[in-house]
């Protein structure tokens, strides 16, 4: 089953979109996002992914509030990241309702740490999240490059137990100019066990049915929502 995963990213606690991932360029679409996640929710959408923009900044869970409010308030399946660094985020964002956490930065800047969190958690409950600009990783909320090539990255995750990744191209974000298939296709040949989730770039239905058609896990869509070239309509075709 090919999974629609809309997304909501938090500054201030607001609803808004970053075009690829710069701060300076930010357009805020909702000041309420348990609203937005009840539109998604009504639509027949079952999960969603939660970006706190703040946290990733501040390399710090933020935004935790939002999260505990949508968790407590809807049924959907919610995928957190953002600014998880440490046990006492990790223990915070579970404790408000996320089923899954994502965890980029941290992975490659303190992987003893996200490998312990596989160990506890398993990989059904952590994402990997591997963004990548020319084929190697971003972290920091895109704000740092890295000479990681990105499928050495993830393959090395799948061995000590990642199930799910995250991956972003970040020269497509928030562009809504088509998302990167050659990376996902290049990652599943890679890592053909791999549950991946294509994220960014999405601009209209057909990249979506194209996506759907690569047998990939999932799709995160964003702008394309917010910006009115998807409608949440034309999304149920693929809710159970």
């Known amino acids: 089953m090919f999974h629609i995963i809309p997304a909501i990213d938090l500054i201030e606690g607001k609803c808004v979109r970053l075009t690829q991932g710069d701060y300076g ?7 309420n996002p348990l609203e937005v996640a009840k539109e998604f929710e009504d639509a027949g959408l079952t999960r969603l992914h939660l970006v706190d923009l703040d946290g990733a900044k501040a ?8 999260l505990e409010r949508i968790a407590s308030q809807t049924q959907l399946h919610i995928d957190f990241g ?24 941290i ?25 990548a600009r020319n084929e190697r990783v971003a972290v920091s909320g895109w704000e740092e490059g890295t000479g990681l090539w990105v499928y050495d990255f993830v393959q090395q995750w799948v061995e000590k137990g990642a199930k799910y990744t995250i991956s972003t ?30 994220s960014g770039g999405v601009s209209n239905i057909g990249d979506i049915e ?29 809710v159970a």
């Open 210 to 238: 194209r996506l759907a058609e690569m047998n990939l896990f999932g799709v995160i869509v964003g702008k394309a929502i917010y910006e009115g070239r998807v409608t949440l309509a034309e999304l149920t075709r693929w």
């Open 107 to 131: 992975a490659v800047k303190n992987p003893d740490l996200f490998e312990t969190w596989l160990n506890q958690h398993g990989g059904d409950k952590m994402i990997l999240g591997a963004d």
């Open 59 to 66: 390399k710090k869970v933020v935004n935790w509030k939002v």
């Open 25 to 31: 360029q930010k357009t805020i679409y909702n000041e």
């Open 82 to 105: 953002g600014g998880v660094q440490s046990d006492d985020d990790l223990r915070i964002v579970f404790d408000s309702g996320a089923k899954q956490v994502t965890g980029g930065s």
């Open 169 to 198: 191209d970040v020269a497509k974000d928030g562009l809504l100019q088509g998302p990167s298939f050659d990376l996902y296709k290049n990652l599943q040949e890679h890592c053909p066990e791999l549950n991946i989730i294509a």
